[in-house]
């Protein structure tokens, strides 16, 4: 919808800080945005959640996150 770059950047950021679930939150930061190894995001839940950290549940919680950040992000008129 004619965004720039670092403004789509901005509202996905912004999007994700949003998301009520600190486990989406976690996942999508350091999953997707800083784009490290699903193990090491499982090693991460483990060590700072209050859940199982699997690597199975790393791409559970992505997929959950994901479609929960669309739904953000569409209610903003950003979509990606």
Avoid: F, H, W
Avoid at 39 to 67: D, F, H, P
């Amino acid at each position: 919808n004619g965004l720039d770059a670092e403004s789509l950047k901005s509202s996905v950021i912004d999007a994700i800080m949003a998301l009520p679930d600190n486990l989406e939150r976690l996942v999508l930061l350091e999953y997707k945005i800083k784009d490290r190894p699903p193990e090491e995001v499982a090693r991460l839940i483990n060590e700072k959640a209050a859940a199982k950290g699997t690597v199975e549940n790393v791409y559970t919680i992505c997929s959950r996150a994901m479609n929960n950040l669309r739904k953000q992000l569409k209610k903003g008129d950003v979509y990606v």
